[in-house]
């Protein structure tokens, strides 16, 4: 090639869908949940799409997609945990037994007393640390197959937890902590929109921030139009669906009971949202520091770096072993999040919480487009899918359709996603 060649190839104006650089791959996820909400919205009378139901679909999404995105970096090294729900539930009876035995029988604090939650909080999160590093020991240092470690603490940790409430149902719990069940524990309407406007604030930021290094490095960015077109989607997006949370009114009776609780009269006519669930908001600073993480800093390049080719990564100075102990030690927090949000949203531990979470949490992360070989997955990928999961659970149903046909549903979608992972792959990768 000569360098008059050379020079024009160097130089070849990109094309607008080159511009652009749309995520095909996230359009697509996007869109598959938009048809799936209308079809299922034409089907149930449009009351799929209902304040309500929308509202009852964030909190029931919460748990698995907390969990999907540790999920994440555990499929990223080329590992699997079939462990989590077993762990979510070891998590949330030592919680729930914090709360109803060591809380008010040994350190007398009471069943409601402000301290009650967060030692019960902490409790879980040491618990689910703990083991889970345990699980990274011996998968790293001993070399066991991680399908293994955690097929065995699929079954171990179930039953513990049976074995640490004798196989009853713990409860009540301490209003504190049903504050992250979801519709005891919400922002309001004020807050809500507070909290929107700062999203959108933190969003176009880091917009404006990622185009501000890319011209300062001399990378190519998209029209400027188009980076105004995503800014507007992406405000629409967040200011929707705070408007859709607010729009699901408390009902009256509630709110008078509210009212009379800080000796108020509630005005004739007054009408109040519920808006924000704590537990969502949980959900979205989980994503971003998990985000963070997987982008800017050592242990998130360690993580893809391993994934993608770990003799190399190994042989370029990273510990891997050390980094599974990482790894699963995260997914062990991310079940006791779980556990926190899961417990709380019934308002009890029961022996049977966490059941079949494994498979949802997978079936989340792998139709969000984690690579089940390793070294690609995202964060919001895993959460969208989670999102889908759910939805397509919900939408079922709501329509009436049979459990075991709601699992053959979801079973058939799961091996279509993979298939369709497989040629998108394929495809980009002959490009």
Not at 164 to 189: A, H, M, R, V, Y
Not at 210 to 217: E, F, G, T
Request: with cysteine.
């Amino acid at each position: 090639m000569t360098d008059a060649a050379k020079s024009q190839s160097g130089t070849r104006k990109r094309s607008l869908f080159e511009q652009l650089e749309l995520d095909t791959r996230l359009l697509g996820m996007i869109g598959a949940f938009i048809v799936l909400a209308l079809v299922f919205n034409v089907f149930t009378d449009g009351r799929f799409l209902t304040p309500r139901n929308i509202f009852n679909l964030t909190i029931q999404t919460v748990s698995v997609a907390i969990m999907a995105t540790g999920m994440v970096f555990v499929i990223v090294t080329r590992h699997i945990d079939l462990s989590v729900g077993s762990l979510l539930a070891t998590c949330s009876a030592l919680m729930a037994m914090t709360q109803t035995m060591v809380a008010p029988e040994w350190l007398g604090l009471g069943l409601n007393h402000p301290l009650t939650a967060p030692l019960a909080i902490l409790v879980g999160i040491v618990c689910g640390a703990a083991i889970g590093a345990f699980h990274g020991m011996l998968i790293g240092y001993l070399a066991i197959p991680a399908f293994i470690v955690t097929l065995g603490g699929l079954l171990v940790w179930r039953n513990v937890a049976w074995y640490l409430t004798s196989g009853q149902t713990i409860g009540p719990l301490d209003e504190n902590f049903l504050l992250f069940g979801g519709i005891g524990g919400t922002l309001g309407e004020t807050w809500s929109w507070i909290v929107g406007i700062v999203a959108v604030a933190f969003s176009l930021f880091a917009l404006w921030q990622a185009r501000r290094n890319k011209l300062a490095h001399d990378f190519p960015v998209k029209p400027l139009w188009a980076e105004v077109l995503v800014a507007l989607i992406i405000t629409a997006m967040i200011l929707g669906f705070i408007a859709l949370l607010n729009a699901y009114e408390i009902p009256t009776a509630r709110l008078e009971r509210m009212f009379e609780a800080r000796g108020e009269t509630m005005p004739e006519g007054h009408s109040a949202g519920y808006g924000i669930p704590y537990s969502v908001l949980l959900l979205a600073v989980v994503a971003i520091v998990m985000t963070v993480t997987a982008r800017k800093t050592r242990l998130g390049r360690y993580i893809f770096a391993t994934g993608g080719n770990p003799d190399a990564a190994e042989l370029s100075g990273i510990n891997t072993r050390m980094l599974t102990v990482k790894v699963f030690a995260i997914m062990g927090v991310l079940c006791a999040l779980a556990a926190l949000v899961a417990s709380a949203r019934l308002t009890f531990h029961s022996n049977d919480i966490g059941t079949l979470d494994e498979l949802r949490v997978i079936a989340a992360a792998v139709i969000g487009g984690t690579a089940l070989s390793g070294g690609i997955g995202t964060i919001y990928g895993a959460i969208l899918g989670a999102l889908i999961m759910q939805s397509l659970q919900s939408g079922m149903a709501m329509v009436g359709v049979d459990a075991p046909l709601q699992n053959i549903v979801v079973g058939s979608v799961l091996v279509l996603a993979v298939l369709v992972d497989i040629f998108y792959r394929k495809r980009t990768g002959a490009e």
